[in-house]
């Protein structure tokens, strides 16, 4: 659709991001161990996603690591999300935020949707869960796991809660 002489920048090398990923990605560190967890899963999370994962760290073996939940407070599970960072220590809702940017540079793993911030982990470097939260998201989904960018857990539409619920604890090695 475009004039053979139009110069087109195709493909995740020319993925659209804020310049702070640029500048936090030059101070990239080795995440070793677990200890901070970021939890995003866009902005409508109609599976309620952040819920199911909210109750995996729940688990005793898990109280130590600090959580990180981004929602919006007009998404529609967001008094029950709030109720659930306030009763479990060492977890923090942020609600409006010009961009992610600093939540990823601290976390040492990213548990979210294959959305537009999939780059931005990817930039970051930063090790990632995902759940496919829409068709147009599988056929990239696969491709990133294939190639080592992220671990794919499985698809919202299809899998249960109780599903990526038990998914989510194999991944952390939880009984």
Request: aromatic share 8%.
């Amino acid at each position: 659709l475009t004039h053979d002489s139009c110069l087109r920048l195709l493909g995740p090398a020319y993925a659209l991001l804020d310049p702070i990923f640029n500048k936090l990605k030059q101070k990239v560190r080795e995440r070793i161990e677990i200890k901070r967890v970021l939890v995003y899963f866009g902005s409508v999370d109609k599976f309620c996603l952040t819920n199911c994962t909210l109750n995996v760290f729940n688990d005793e073996c898990l109280k130590e690591i600090i959580v990180d939940v981004v929602l919006p407070a007009n998404n529609a599970n967001f008094r029950e999300v709030q109720l659930m960072c306030q009763a479990r220590a060492n977890t923090y809702l942020h609600t409006f935020l010009p961009n992610l940017a600093e939540l990823m540079s601290a976390a040492d793993l990213a548990i979210g949707a294959v959305g537009s911030t999939t780059w931005e982990r990817i930039c970051l470097e930063l090790p990632t869960v995902a759940i496919t939260v829409a068709s147009n998201q599988e056929l990239i989904a696969r491709e990133l796991n294939e190639k080592g960018y992220i671990y794919l857990l499985g698809n919202a539409c299809q899998d249960s809660g109780d599903q990526i619920t038990h998914k989510l604890r194999s991944f952390l090695n939880q009984p």
